[in-house]
């Protein structure tokens, strides 16, 4: 990791998050994802290799470790 693309900072620490994303109608949720984190601004840059495997566990035969309930609101 270079640079930040938001602030320009050059300093990042490596921490884990939770994103939800959606595949067709459904909403599926990856936890413990390693993200990088600018020191100066806090954006959260994922590396190429970590959303590939993102990719493989939403788009291949991976099954979830447990489902959770989701209340939607409409704004």
Do not use: A, K
């Amino acid at each position: 990791m270079s640079q930040c693309h938001v602030c320009s900072g050059n300093r990042f620490h490596e921490e884990v998050t939770s994103e939800v994303f959606r595949v067709g109608d459904r909403l599926l949720l990856v936890e413990n994802i390693p993200v990088m984190v600018c020191d100066r601004c806090g954006e959260e840059v994922f590396e190429r290799d970590t959303m590939e495997r993102v990719r493989i566990l939403l788009h291949g035969d991976t099954r979830p470790i447990r489902t959770v309930e989701v209340g939607v609101f409409s704004f």
